[in-house]
């Protein structure tokens, strides 16, 4: 992280890169003492990313951020059913516009590029039901962000949130009952409101309490208009936090939908 003090009311710049490797060996045996194998191979992803994102301060109160992260990932499997590989690699941005109203409130407006891996046993099916292989036809999921919304704080103890957001997905990632296989979805549509409120009786604790209500919908293809299943409308949460000294947390969340 860089701090630019004379440029316009100030400017930071955080950078950074992450690498992460998942890997697993499989094997199956047909009888209960396993000794005789029935099934085995490996499956591995490897991904590396870059991201940067930088924060101007157009006025006193006014803030202007901008992000973007470059990341590439490679899917690999060499399972007795066959050795195949596929990379993915997306570039994404966001932008986003900072209102400081006091110490305690902002409101705002953003966008971003948002992008999601197939998860390990999404993109190469391990689980032993005849479709064991790598799901060549299967795309990240991808789609467009947009938020706006404000925070404000009561005192020291309470502070409130209220979020509107709009989601356009393409590409979401399910799993087929018919063909018993993870394929990628018509384009869905995903908007409502996110209220946050968080109690801090303590110092060292708090209390974050959640609802969002969603309304999620497809909106291309056979699908077009109807409503995308496994999407709850209503989502409670609490999430409760007690810092440990300084440098950690413990924290939990009960979720209700």
Not at 125 to 143: C, M
Request: a negative charge; charged letters at 25%.
């Amino acid at each position: 992280s860089v701090e630019f003090p004379g440029v316009m009311y100030g400017m930071s710049v955080t950078a950074g890169a992450d690498f992460i490797k998942d890997s697993m060996d499989v094997k199956r045996y047909s009888d209960i003492n396993r000794t005789a194998r029935s099934f085995k191979g490996t499956v591995g992803k490897e991904s590396l990313g870059g991201y940067a994102r930088g924060e101007v301060f157009l006025l006193e109160s006014l803030v202007l951020s901008l992000s973007g992260r470059y990341d590439s990932a490679l899917y690999s499997s060499d399972l007795d059913s066959g050795e195949d590989d596929e990379r993915h690699s997306p570039f994404l941005w966001g932008a986003g516009i900072n209102y400081i109203i006091s110490d305690t409130a902002k409101v705002y407006l953003k966008y971003e590029k948002v992008f999601r891996y197939p998860f390990l046993d999404e993109q190469i099916v391990y689980s032993g039901y005849g479709t064991d292989g790598f799901t060549e036809d299967l795309d990240p999921e991808k789609g467009h962000s947009f938020d706006a919304g404000f925070e404000t704080g009561f005192g020291k103890m309470v502070s409130a949130g209220v979020n509107f957001f709009y989601l356009i997905m393409q590409d979401e990632i399910a799993y087929n009952n018919v063909t018993y296989l993870n394929e990628n979805l018509s384009e869905t549509l995903r908007y409502g409101i996110e209220s946050t409120l968080t109690v801090k009786p303590l110092s060292f604790a708090k209390v974050t309490g959640a609802y969002c209500f969603t309304a999620a919908e497809f909106t291309d293809g056979v699908d077009d208009g109807n409503t995308v299943p496994m999407v709850p409308v209503h989502r409670f949460s609490i999430v409760p936090e007690v810092k440990i000294m300084k440098i950690s947390r413990i924290y939990s969340e009960i979720i209700f939908s």
